[in-house]
């Protein structure tokens, strides 16, 4: 999964993060209208998969894509949503190795159980790995992992001035050697967001996952943290800024990771709401991180 304060330990971005937060505390003008909007949202508590929302009572539309980011809303119940990438592409180099990474296609496919809980299925039906070095070159192709997440709102189900959601999750491993690393790995986010004067929006999303070692002798935590903030850059286009940061503690080779993440999605048809496409690119901060990734990608629901 894309799909993945910890990691970076920068006075800069911590600062500048708990600046925006202590924004959001003093003033809260540009964020009442989503006050308004929660506060006057039917009385959602009794749907289920089998009695589901009905159409007119559905909550805005609302995705993890396109950044990195985990948000805190879920898909009303008893409804069906899918986002993927149409294509992603990652460019790494690392020790005098070259490496392209391509996905075509990643879905996620996402069914509302409840009005706080939905079930969340992701998987890349084609995945290719290039390694290239001075001395050889190696391409593999296959299914990427199998991800299976629960997402469960604890705060702001319709929206707010602040959401709250936990997300478990269990990887399974689908991929063949040089794409996964055959191991069963798991963990859990927590993605938390707060509405800013003038429409702005800050959401951390904190994770930590339990992976197998890299000489398969025991696990490790990994730990990653992200700071995004998102705004309306019209009625149907927003732009999401992103910095993200991971410390994969690895016992053998434990490593730094940190990206700026840029992207923005946009609805193309007023007459289909619940369609909503979107591109970004990711720019790789330290020589551990992956230089570049590129994707555009596409949701929808049902």
Same mark, same amino acid.
């Given at each position: 999964?894309?799909?993945?304060?910890?990691?970076?330990?920068?006075?800069?971005?911590?600062? &500048?993060?708990?600046?925006?937060?202590?924004?959001?505390s003093m003033s809260r003008a540009g964020a009442q209208s989503a006050t308004d909007t929660a506060a006057s949202a039917p009385d959602?508590?009794? *749907?289920?998969?089998?009695?589901?929302?009905?159409?007119?009572?559905?909550?805005?539309?609302?995705?993890?894509?396109?950044?990195?980011?985990?948000?805190?809303?879920?898909?009303?119940?008893?409804?069906?949503? *899918?986002?993927?990438?149409?294509?992603?592409?990652?460019?790494?180099?690392?020790?005098?190795?070259?490496?392209?990474?391509?996905?075509?296609?990643?879905?996620?496919?996402?069914l509302g159980l409840t009005n706080r809980i939905d079930l969340e299925l992701n998987m890349a039906p084609v995945e290719t790995v290039?390694?290239?070095?001075?001395?050889?070159?190696?391409?593999?192709?296959?299914?990427? @992992?199998?991800?299976?997440?629960?997402?469960?709102?604890?705060?702001?189900?319709?929206?707010? @001035?602040?959401?709250?959601?936990?997300?478990?999750?269990?990887?399974?491993?689908?991929?063949?050697?040089?794409? #996964?690393?055959?191991?069963?790995? &798991? #963990?859990?986010?927590?993605?938390?967001?707060?509405?800013?004067?003038?429409?702005?929006?800050?959401?951390?999303?904190?994770?930590? @996952?339990?992976?197998?070692?890299?000489?398969?002798?025991?696990?490790?935590?990994?730990?990653?943290?992200? &700071?995004?903030?998102?705004?309306?850059?019209?009625?149907?286009?927003?732009? *999401?800024?992103?910095?993200?940061?991971?410390?994969?503690?690895?016992?053998?080779?434990?490593?730094?990771?940190?990206?700026? @993440?840029?992207?923005?999605?946009?609805?193309?048809?007023?007459?289909?709401?619940?369609?909503?496409?979107?591109? &970004?690119?990711?720019?790789?901060?330290?020589?551990?991180?992956?230089?570049?990734?590129? *994707?555009?990608?596409?949701?929808?629901?049902?």
């Amino acid at each position: 999964m894309k799909g993945r304060c910890l990691m970076i330990k920068t006075s800069s971005f911590c600062a &500048g993060l708990l600046l925006l937060l202590a924004a959001g505390s003093m003033s809260r003008a540009g964020a009442q209208s989503a006050t308004d909007t929660a506060a006057s949202a039917p009385d959602k508590s009794d *749907y289920t998969l089998f009695d589901p929302a009905p159409d007119d009572q559905m909550r805005s539309f609302c995705t993890d894509r396109p950044p990195k980011a985990n948000l805190p809303c879920t898909v009303d119940a008893g409804h069906l949503q *899918y986002e993927s990438d149409l294509l992603n592409w990652t460019g790494s180099q690392t020790g005098g190795v070259t490496t392209n990474t391509w996905l075509f296609t990643n879905p996620t496919l996402k069914l509302g159980l409840t009005n706080r809980i939905d079930l969340e299925l992701n998987m890349a039906p084609v995945e290719t790995v290039t390694s290239r070095s001075a001395l050889a070159k190696q391409s593999l192709t296959g299914i990427g @992992d199998l991800f299976v997440r629960t997402k469960v709102n604890l705060a702001g189900p319709e929206g707010g @001035d602040f959401q709250l959601a936990i997300i478990p999750y269990v990887k399974i491993p689908t991929a063949r050697p040089g794409i #996964g690393n055959g191991a069963v790995e &798991g #963990g859990m986010i927590v993605p938390v967001s707060f509405a800013l004067p003038w429409d702005f929006t800050l959401l951390f999303d904190p994770e930590i @996952d339990l992976l197998r070692n890299a000489a398969n002798n025991g696990r490790h935590a990994n730990y990653q943290m992200l &700071g995004n903030l998102s705004h309306a850059l019209s009625g149907s286009v927003t732009g *999401y800024v992103e910095l993200w940061g991971q410390a994969d503690n690895d016992p053998a080779s434990p490593t730094k990771q940190a990206s700026l @993440d840029l992207s923005v999605s946009w609805i193309a048809w007023p007459n289909r709401p619940n369609l909503q496409f979107d591109t &970004g690119v990711n720019i790789g901060l330290t020589s551990a991180t992956p230089r570049l990734q590129a *994707y555009i990608g596409i949701s929808q629901r049902f």
